[in-house]
Structures are given as C-alpha cells and as structure tokens.
C-alpha cells in the first residue's frame, strides 16, 4: 500500500506541473482576466489523492503504453474533476473542499459557474494537444471516450440532484447502482483505466473488461466515500461531516437503513431527509446518524463495497495484459485502496 | 433584408432539424435522465434568430465550401449558445429567455447548471461527428476554433461579472470594448464565420480578416443588443425590459451617460447601479432611464454602433472571396441587420 501511495502522488506531482505550468493560462495584463485564472487554479492547487490520473497513467503501462503519453490525458482527466467539483459544490451548496471553502464560498456564485466553464473549455482545448504526440486518430478517440465520461457524469449527477428535488424515496439497492454507475464509476474508474488502455493502443476486449472493472469498483469507491462521509475523520476527509444528510442524499447507506427500520423511524428519517438544508436542525443529524449506528447500516453497505471491490479484481484477472506486469499488479492494489481508505 | 430574414429561417429549420433529431440524446427508460434530455432540448426549442449558423453556413458558402459540410459545425454553434445560455441566466439572474422563464426558473438552479454541463459535453461530442465528413486535420482545426471561442466567453463573462461583484465603475469605452469582444464578438460573429471558413478550407489572411470583422460587427451587435434592452419592444426582445439597469451591466450607454452626467446625477446612477438586483425599486430604474434619455445615451451609443459596423463591411469588402459571391454579399446585409434589428 505505501508503494501504491507513493506512486500517486509521483504521478500527481506530475500531472499538476503540467496543469499549472503548461495547460492553464498563468496570468493576464486585465485585471479581472487575473482573477479568473486564478480562480481556474484554484482548486487544482489543492491537495489530492490523483487517483484518476494514477489509474489512466498505470493502465497505459500495463496495456503496453508509456507514461510520457499518457501524461496529457491523465492532466486532462485532472482538469475536468476540477471544473466538476466546481460546478458540484453550487449544485449541493457544499462549504467545504478538499479541507479549504469551495470556490463559490471564496468568489460568489456566478464568478465560480463561470470558472467551471472556463476550465471545462480549457480542458478539451489541453486534449486537442495530443494530436502531435499520438497522433489525430488516437486521439480522437481519447476525445470520445472523454465525452462519454463526461455525459455518464451529467446524467448520474441529475439523477442524484432530481430525486432530492422530487423527493424520491421509492428507490432500491439497483437504483443506487444505476445513479452511482454514472455519476461515479465512468470517470473515477472506468474512463481513466479505459484513456489509459486507448493511448497504449488496447483493443475493445481490454475496454470491455476495463468498463466492467471500472463500473464495479466505482461504485465500491462511492459507498466507501459514503461512509467516510459520515463516519470519517473530517480532517483527513475534507468535507464537512455528514454533509450527504444535509444535501438530502440518497446513499446505500439510507437506503439500507430506510428498508430495515420501523415504520414509525423510516417515516421520521424520510420527514428530515425531505427538509431543505438550512432547516436540519443537529439533532435531526444526530437522530439519522443514531439510526444508521443503531442498524449497522455502514457495516451493510461496507460489506457490498467489499463484494463489489472482489468482483472488480477478478475481472482484471481476466486481462491479458501486453505491458508492464507491476502496473497491473499496482492496479489491483488501488482496488483495495478504493474501499480501505481514509481519505 | 427580406432575404437574409428568409436564409436565417432556413439555415435555422436545418440546424434544429439536426440537434434535435440526431445530436441530442431523445428519451431514456430512467425517469430522471428523461427529464435531463428534455431540459437539454429546452432553449433548442424555442424560438431564436439562428444568426451564428447562418453566419457559419454562409462564409462557408462564400469561401467556396458547400453548405452539408458546414451544417454540422453551424449546428454546434448553436448548441453551444444554448448551453452558455443555460449558465448566463443563472449568472445573471435572469428571469426570461426567450420570452419564456429562464431553466432555472422552471427546474430549479442546481439541476438547470447541470444540464448546461451536459449540453456542453455533447457539444464537443458532436463536433467529433465532423471526422467522418471533412476529415481528421480539419475537423481539429475547427475544434481549436472552438475552444479558442469558449475561452474567449468566458473571460467576456468574467470581466462582466467581475466589474459588477467589484463595483466597479473606473471604466470607459475602451473596457466595454475589451470586455465585449471577449463577451459578444468571438462566439457571435468572428467564430462562426471563421469556422466556416475553416470547414471551407480558407487560409490564414481570410481568417484574420474575418477576425477583425468579427471583432468590430461584434461590438456593435452587443451596442444594438443594450439598447433594445433599454429601449426595444419587450415581446419582440423576448428578454425583461431594462434588465441590464436591474443586473447591473456596465453598457456603452451607461458609461456614456456617467461621463457626461454632472456629479450629483454620477452619485445617484452609481449608487442604484450598486443595489442588489432585488433591492432596485421601480423608481430606481426610471431615474436611470430618465438620465438615458435627457442625455440621448442611446443615441451615442448607435452611431458608435453604425461606425463599427462601417469597419467591419469595409474589412468584409477587402476579403477575396473564393466562392459563392451572393453568400459574401448576404453577409454584408447581416452586418446592417446587426445593428438595425429590433430583436
């Protein structure tokens, strides 16, 4: 694990040298053009795992790529966590990121919409540059795998935002699955290990197992960030805790408990979940945080991560891999990581 | 003037044809992903003038491309448009569109951001449509217009903001003109003119001359596009009536009306240009267009328009034309259109 570890963020510091140095503008004659640029560095100069770019990057040497031309993209896969977690802290209202206030807490609503935008732009503008490096039609191919990810994400986050605002609570274990699917698992697994394997020249038997690798683990990853949510330690986290109850989430976790208690608590728990956010009192936190304790609902939900996360390893076992044997190995380490971690 | 209103609407049937029938995503099994395509197909819906493909289309046309290989592009111009829309009405404010509630108005801000978000990514999904037809090497030329467009907006959108959360009012003609064709001049007139001349094969001295068009008929559009918001027809306009006064918007006509006003009347605009949106009472906004109008602030501002408009067909006349001349000259009635539209 501590090789695993070291290695993201070699590759981390890697890619944010690139972003900072090179793909996002660095400063402007106009005032106020500065301060979008900086804006648009902000969050990207804020601690993070590099998760996604590790597994793009790692994925390319075991498909039999090298790093030097995965680099950009896993810069690219960076940049556009970045303009989405933006545009995910207005939509959730969020206060806090990666430990520090999200950018719309620092700058206003609209500045930070914008800034979302502006790296959205700058990011495809930093895809287009792997033209001279690995030519036009792999990278037109980098290009639409991208754009599905980021069409799965647009889908999975509505899905999300519009039970909360339909108030939806007639949802199962399949439905979670299907709304984390696409609001986690294509752009935190399956597209960074896909990116990978397309720059390294994979064939779609690599990707088809790549896809199920990712969509499993993915949604491990989430259950795993659902639980920290509410049961981690904030410092390490970076999040204010319990954050998903005020946002009115729809975890597993809630699910579980919800299809395990009385009817009486599943009636009080759903009565809070349904308030808006500044109405949640804490002892409305507190009595939904004592149910879950009291059913064990995160021990449930732990437990599915961890099938999930078996699933997702023997489907790399399953891959016949033309590269780098220790960047496979180092791939099912990160699976372990995705469902163990603290952080 | 009749015939370009006619060639707009048949480019424009063309281009929805194409978004609505084959770019945008129609319908989902999952009750929530069904309702993120309909809100996609909002704005693409209602009624619009379609200048930006037109104007694609037809520099096209007039660089000696044909009009199919352009369509695709033009028909990204405007999902484009639609998406910076989306975000514009929430940066803003705004309340109607189109003479129609804004998205977030009828879905709520958190889910309308999102659905910008996802139209943006099947924008540059689109776009990628183009290898197919024109090629890998010129289909990458027009993304990098593209981008270069986006990123232009949106330093245009912050600068506006930025001057409006700031307060700032040590502006003169020279910023508005900076901020406009950051804001206004790339997406609506150098861009789509230049992605037609890309997608027609021009070289680099048309492309520059249609920069500089773009540029100045840009400007002058976004003069024409204040005062109407001031002083046009509301149900033509389609947008609420001296908005900009509610929104704050450094315009060509306030400035004007700031350098020209005595220091008492300077006080009094500058103190109700500052009030929040919803603390600006009717009687503010009629002392500010009263102003307007004693000192024919619209008045200036058109003959700035006119005269921008002047430099930008004596550019058009300078461009040797390799095709259609009808489309060079129909491009010229669009520059009078632009500044003598009253919607």
């Not at 207005?90 to 609209?110: C, T, V």
């Not at 994400?153 to 274990?173: F, P, S």
């Not at 709304?179 to 038997?205: E, F």
Request: glycine content about 8%.
């Amino acid at each position: 694990m501590t090789d695993l570890l070291a290695e993201m963020k070699r590759v981390k510091t890697r890619v944010d040298d690139l972003i900072l140095d090179e793909l996002l503008p660095r400063s402007s004659a106009i005032k106020e053009v500065d301060l979008l640029y900086k804006m648009m560095q902000d969050y990207p100069k804020r601690q993070a795992k590099g998760m996604r770019p590790f597994l793009c990057v790692t994925t390319c040497g075991a498909a039999g790529g090298t790093e030097d031309d995965a680099l950009l993209t896993a810069a690219c896969i960076e940049m556009f966590q970045n303009w989405i977690l933006i545009h995910d802290d207005i939509e959730d209202g969020s206060e806090l990121r990666r430990g520090e206030p999200a950018l719309h807490r620092k700058y206003g609503e609209a500045l930070a919409l914008n800034a979302g935008d502006a790296l959205h732009a700058r990011t495809w503008e930093a895809i287009l540059l792997n033209g001279s490096r690995i030519g036009l039609e792999r990278t037109f191919a980098v290009m639409e795998e991208f754009s599905h990810m980021v069409n799965e994400t647009t889908e999975g986050q509505h899905m999300e935002l519009g039970w909360v605002a339909e108030k939806r609570w007639d949802l199962n274990e399949k439905d979670y699955y299907e709304m984390c699917t696409r609001k986690t698992s294509w752009y935190t697994v399956a597209s960074p290990c896909r990116l990978g394997a397309i720059v390294a020249g994979a064939g779609r038997v690599t990707l088809d197992q790549l896809r199920e690798f990712g969509i499993s683990l993915g949604i491990a990853f989430q259950i795993q960030d659902d639980s920290l949510n509410l049961a981690g330690d904030q410092k390490k986290y970076g999040k204010v805790k319990s954050d998903d109850i005020l946002e009115g989430k729809r975890t597993l976790i809630l699910l579980h408990l919800l299809a395990v208690a009385s009817q009486g608590e599943r009636d009080k728990v759903i009565s809070i979940m349904n308030k808006q956010r500044g109405a949640k009192s804490a002892a409305d936190v507190s009595y939904v945080v004592s149910l879950i304790e009291r059913y064990d609902a995160i021990g449930f939900a732990r437990k599915k991560a961890t099938e999930l996360m078996k699933e997702a390893v023997s489907t790399l076992n399953g891959i016949e891999w033309k590269g780098d044997r220790d960047a496979a190995e180092m791939l099912t380490s990160f699976a372990r990581f995705a469902v163990e971690r603290e952080w």
